[in-house]
């Protein structure tokens, strides 16, 4: 159970981009809580992406500042600098990972021991997952397979998400009238993961208000972390 309720709602989002801050006011608004996973070595780094055909900003913020940005939600690993963990060798991707989470435990002042895999579930493998669950301090790392359900899972290290907002809106909503309605008799999770940047590729912003306004304030819902809900 998660605060003694059976049903638990988490975010999730990549990469750490100044976008974020927008998110966590929306976030902040309608009493969410949110895991955000960080690339230590690009901090402070300029850029942006072009994502279908619309060139979007991509500025990561500095390091003096990123634990205050996300008071209040989880700093969590996302490596030093977003390879494919699978190409890597084992030492290296022992290096990007522990690096990455002992950097950021530094910044945030307590201990980081949640993960998102760079690249999404193709950039990993099961022998990158069994490098990190024995050889770092991660305890928990999210692929980007949905899962389309509600259900706890076993191995945390290949955490599968519920949904991906920007890829599966129609989803999204439905499963959430879905988890708004369901009275479970064992402990359910309803995992949302994106980037913050795709909110500005087609202006959804709004949109995602909707979500945040139907999945908010149920008295029978934790709003939880991902630390909070998983472990």
């Avoid at 990549?14 to 809580?33: A, C, H, P, S, W």
């Avoid at 699978?86 to 002042?109: F, M, N, Q, T, Y």
Wanted: aromatic share 12%.
């Amino acid at each position: 159970m998660f605060n003694g309720k059976m049903k638990a709602v988490t975010f999730s989002y990549d990469d750490g981009v100044t976008q974020d801050q927008r998110l966590i006011r929306l976030f902040e608004k309608y009493g969410l809580k949110c895991t955000f996973n960080i690339n230590s070595g690009l901090l402070g780094h300029p850029g942006s992406l072009i994502r279908e055909d619309v060139t979007v900003a991509h500025v990561k913020p500095r390091a003096c500042e990123v634990r205050a940005i996300y008071d209040g939600h989880e700093i969590a690993a996302h490596t030093l600098t977003h390879p494919a963990l699978s190409a890597l060798s084992d030492e290296d991707v022992i290096r990007e990972v522990e690096e990455d989470r002992l950097a950021l435990s530094e910044i945030a002042g307590y201990e980081v021991v949640g993960m998102a895999y760079p690249g999404g579930t193709h950039a990993m493998n099961e022998h990158v997952a069994d490098l990190i669950r024995t050889r770092t301090g991660i305890r928990y790392a999210r692929t980007t397979t949905s899962s389309h359900s509600f259900d706890p899972q076993s191995d945390l290290i290949v955490f599968k998400p519920t949904v991906y907002h920007h890829v599966e809106w129609d989803e999204l909503f439905s499963l959430g009238e879905q988890f708004v309605s369901l009275k479970p008799d064992r402990p359910q999770i309803y995992y949302i993961w994106g980037h913050a940047y795709e909110f500005d590729i087609h202006g959804d912003w709004e949109r995602f208000e909707d979500f945040c306004r139907l999945i908010s304030g149920h008295s029978d819902i934790f709003y939880g972390t991902n630390r909070e809900v998983l472990l």
